[in-house]
């Protein structure tokens, strides 16, 4: 235990570094030879090593580690109990859960030593912690979404057995009981995209989808940016930043007088806040210089009588314009692109409801239009020569074989039917997808995925150029289509909303001891 905090802090340094690290270069080398090209210090062996042990100290902790819930106390002003988890028996970190009559709240305070071990092992199960230092102690905090987003058996059910006797005490009404196990089953509320985790949430009141990231440092913010901007993303239309906070200034103790003495010019409250008992000056990021070239002016030299430390929030929102562009980016090919608004459905989904599907339709729609095609299609050989052209295309709604209005689940299938003219004579090609099953262990936990695939059998060269001119992907024999090709289908309108509504109905993830 002592170990692994000490690989995160060494993880995070050297990913921190390797993300300033590629956006210099960019800038370097854009600036000297004009192409946008950036070294990637994660790529280094030594830097793949690291991700190796911390991967198997995480994988260590995850299958060893148990999780124990103290009794309900409902004597103070909020009902609370505490979370201890356990290695070979002992007690290693603990964390205090309590309801604050809106939202769940876990919250450590205590010495550093005992905040970075419990913030360890809430990463290692999958979740986010942060260390933060508040008055003379250290202190680890998750509302209910970072709660949620740690996936270990022993942790959810703790956390479903304290909501639980809530309700059972009336302490917690019904509606927001029911959401708050939606939310623990549901899971985490995050998407990635350039290689950034961005929180989704949708509002209740404007009915609205908002999906933000939260850099740590001004590093990683720029390194956002540079990938953010790097897919063809622009601030201000598709992104924008934001800044909340400022900086915190310590001063060593015999140059704190000193440092306070220099700043009597400045009007406190407005430019800096005291907060003595830690030899502490805290100003917003607009009062930071101002702040800064008055101790200097005083004498006092940065780095050896005082540091400047940012410890605000940096804001990265992508807008609804930044996400039909994203869709058009998908649409075009992006796969990573497909995969952040195929993920994102998937979250508003399963934390939101059907609601929040159709708001997200309804904000993609417009670009989805643009890349939708109509009939008929021109399909050419590999010479370019025009050998036939789709006519026509619909689809069939197919279970346990039997064609259907609808269906759902595992069992329901899409079939889709292209007709093609060629030498004179009308012809048709049958693909018909599945939900296919892939499981993976976790642990003591196996988890059922399921993903989308169809595999028609091509016999001749006709019906591969035709699949080519619908997907992009052919060949005689048997040929294995993914989410990518339905995706190339989905182009067309006559196949848009039957694509849309299979994927809702697909089946939910299973989990199983």
Same mark, same amino acid.
């Given at each position: #235990? ?48 690291? *991700? ?8 260590? @902790?995850?299958?060893? @580690?148990?999780?124990?819930? $103290? ?25 205090? #859960?309590?309801?604050? %009559? ?23 199960? $999958? ?12 202190? @680890? ?53 350039? %290689? ?9 009141? #404007?009915?609205?989808? #908002?999906?933000?990231? *939260? ?45 306070? !003495? ?69 649409? *075009? ?5 497909? /995969? ?29 239009? !643009? ?22 295309? /619909?689809? !069939?709604?197919? !279970? ?54 169809? /595999? ?15 997907? $992009? ?16 289908? /989905? ?23």
């Amino acid at each position: #235990m002592p170990a692994l905090s000490t690989l995160y802090e060494l993880g995070d340094t050297l990913t921190e570094f390797a993300d300033s690290f590629k956006v210099v270069t960019r800038e370097a080398i854009k600036k000297k030879h004009g192409v946008d090209w950036a070294y990637d210090v994660r790529n280094e062996r030594f830097f793949k090593k690291l *991700n190796e042990i911390i991967t198997m100290a995480d994988d260590y @902790v995850y299958k060893n @580690v148990t999780v124990e819930r $103290g009794p309900l106390d409902a004597s103070g002003s909020y009902p609370k109990t505490v979370i201890r988890f356990k290695l070979g028996g002992e007690v290693v970190a603990h964390i205090n #859960m309590k309801w604050t %009559g809106r939202y769940l709240l876990a919250e450590f305070r205590g010495s550093r030593e005992n905040a970075e071990r419990l913030a360890s092992i809430i990463r290692a199960l $999958g979740g986010e912690a942060e260390v933060k230092r508040v008055g003379e102690g250290w202190v @680890v905090w998750l509302t209910t979404d970072g709660i949620t987003a740690i996936r270990h058996d022993g942790w959810l059910n703790a956390v479903r057995g304290f909501v639980d006797e809530l309700y059972g005490r009336g302490l917690i009404g019904e509606e927001r009981y029911k959401q708050l196990v939606k939310d623990v089953a549901a899971g985490p509320n995050v998407v990635k995209l350039a %290689g950034a985790e961005f929180s989704v949430y949708y509002g209740t009141g #404007m009915k609205s989808i #908002m999906i933000v990231y *939260n850099p740590r440092s001004e590093a990683s913010k720029n390194a956002a940016l540079n990938a953010l901007k790097a897919k063809g993303l622009k601030e201000g239309e598709h992104f924008t930043v934001t800044e909340r906070g400022g900086y915190e200034i310590r001063v060593a103790d015999e140059f704190y007088a000193k440092a306070l !003495e220099a700043l009597s010019g400045l009007k406190e409250k407005e430019h800096y806040a005291v907060y003595g008992k830690r030899r502490e000056i805290r100003v917003k990021k607009d009062h930071k210089d101002t702040v800064v070239n008055a101790l200097k002016a005083a004498g006092l030299e940065e780095g050896k009588h005082f540091a400047a430390k940012w410890n605000g929030q940096y804001i990265i929102r992508i807008t609804y314009d930044g996400l039909r562009e994203i869709q058009r980016m998908a649409l *075009n090919g992006d796969v990573e692109a497909e /995969r952040f608004i195929r993920d994102l459905e998937d979250v508003l989904r399963r934390r939101h409801g059907d609601d929040a599907v159709k708001k997200l339709i309804e904000v993609l729609t417009p670009a989805r239009e !643009e890349g939708a095609i109509d009939l008929p299609l021109e399909v050419r050989d590999d010479k370019g020569n025009i050998i036939a052209r789709v006519v026509d295309l /619909r689809y !069939e709604f197919v !279970e346990n074989g039997k064609v259907v209005n609808q269906c759902a689940g595992e069992g329901c299938r899409l079939r889709i039917i292209a007709e093609y003219e060629a030498g004179g004579e009308r012809r048709q090609l049958k693909v018909e997808w599945r939900w296919a099953e892939k499981r993976e262990k976790r642990g003591k936990t196996t988890v059922t995925y399921y993903y989308e695939t169809a /595999r028609p059998r091509v016999k001749d060269d006709m019906e591969a150029a035709v699949l080519k001119a619908l997907t $992009g992907k052919a060949k005689r024999g048997e040929v294995w289509l993914l989410a990518e090709q339905l995706d190339a289908l /989905r182009r067309f309108k006559a196949l848009r909303d039957a694509v849309d509504k299979w994927r809702a109905e697909k089946p939910t993830r299973q989990r199983s001891s």
